[in-house]
């Protein structure tokens, strides 16, 4: 886990001299914006927008994404990669396009973990496209604003609030399937961390919606 206080560079890390603004709370967050080498990062096991994907193969596949994560982060990652690839293809088939074209215009969030939790789908696309043109460093690394958790006092609830807010509460209708967004809903209510109106407003719904 990174620390505000390490030289981050000495993790391949590079500074860059952007900030990206997070609502966290009540308040928003001003968090440093680094470019990050993929091969320290890794997928949100708990992405809301293929949660019927990933239970799916956890039912239905001898994988245990769990104790891959712990075991081997790189297989771990090339198996969110498919997930996240296979669910929405077309869509991300122009991203990578996009990306290809014009380079990574939207900014990400990661966790000091490496856990990337906005942007998953530009994580992927880059992912493809570095293992396409290995020698482009355009492609080599996901530009990101890293949260600093422990440094912050950032809650495992504010991390999930704003994970709802980008997941689903960004005008994303066409972007989710609604039963992946029930799925995640029903289960953060069952945990107890959230009841129907604080969900409702980080994902700018009616509670009776």
């Not at 860059?16 to 997070?22: E, L, N, R, S, V």
């Not at 193969?57 to 891959?68: G, R």
């Not at 690839?85 to 973990?113: P, R």
């Given at each position: 886990?990174?620390?505000?206080?390490d030289?981050?560079?000495?993790?391949?890390?590079?500074?860059?001299a952007?900030?990206?603004?997070?609502?966290?709370?009540n308040?928003?967050?001003?968090?440093?914006?680094?470019?990050?080498?993929?091969?320290?990062?890794?997928?949100?096991?708990?992405?809301?927008?293929?949660?019927m994907?990933?239970n799916?193969?956890k039912?239905?596949?001898?994988?245990?994404l769990?104790?891959?994560?712990?075991?081997?982060?790189?297989?771990?990652?090339?198996?969110?990669?498919k997930?996240?690839w296979?669910s929405?293809?077309?869509?991300?088939?122009?991203t990578?396009?996009?990306?290809?074209?014009?380079?990574?215009?939207?900014?990400?969030?990661?966790?000091s973990?490496?856990?990337?939790v906005?942007g998953?789908?530009?994580?992927?696309?880059?992912?493809?496209?570095h293992?396409?043109?290995?020698?482009?460093e355009?492609f080599?690394?996901f530009?990101?604003a890293?949260?600093?958790?422990?440094?912050d006092?950032?809650?495992?609830?504010?991390?999930?609030?704003?994970?709802?807010?980008?997941q689903?509460?960004?005008?994303?209708?066409?972007?989710?399937?609604?039963?992946n967004?029930?799925?995640?809903?029903?289960?953060?209510?069952?945990?107890?961390?959230?009841?129907?109106?604080?969900?409702?407003?980080?994902?700018?719904?009616k509670?009776s919606?």
């Amino acid at each position: 886990m990174w620390s505000k206080n390490d030289n981050l560079s000495n993790y391949g890390i590079k500074y860059t001299a952007q900030t990206k603004p997070i609502p966290l709370g009540n308040t928003t967050h001003e968090a440093q914006v680094f470019e990050i080498p993929l091969d320290k990062l890794r997928y949100n096991s708990n992405n809301g927008r293929i949660f019927m994907e990933v239970n799916k193969l956890k039912t239905t596949s001898s994988i245990d994404l769990k104790q891959l994560e712990s075991s081997d982060v790189d297989e771990f990652n090339k198996e969110f990669e498919k997930l996240i690839w296979e669910s929405e293809k077309d869509k991300n088939e122009y991203t990578k396009n996009n990306i290809k074209q014009f380079g990574q215009l939207e900014i990400g969030v990661v966790l000091s973990d490496g856990v990337v939790v906005d942007g998953n789908r530009r994580f992927t696309c880059l992912r493809k496209l570095h293992e396409e043109y290995p020698q482009d460093e355009r492609f080599a690394y996901f530009k990101a604003a890293i949260l600093f958790t422990e440094d912050d006092k950032i809650s495992k609830k504010d991390i999930k609030k704003y994970e709802f807010q980008v997941q689903f509460g960004r005008d994303k209708e066409v972007d989710y399937k609604a039963v992946n967004f029930a799925m995640s809903i029903y289960q953060e209510v069952k945990s107890g961390e959230f009841t129907i109106p604080e969900i409702a407003e980080d994902v700018h719904k009616k509670p009776s919606d």
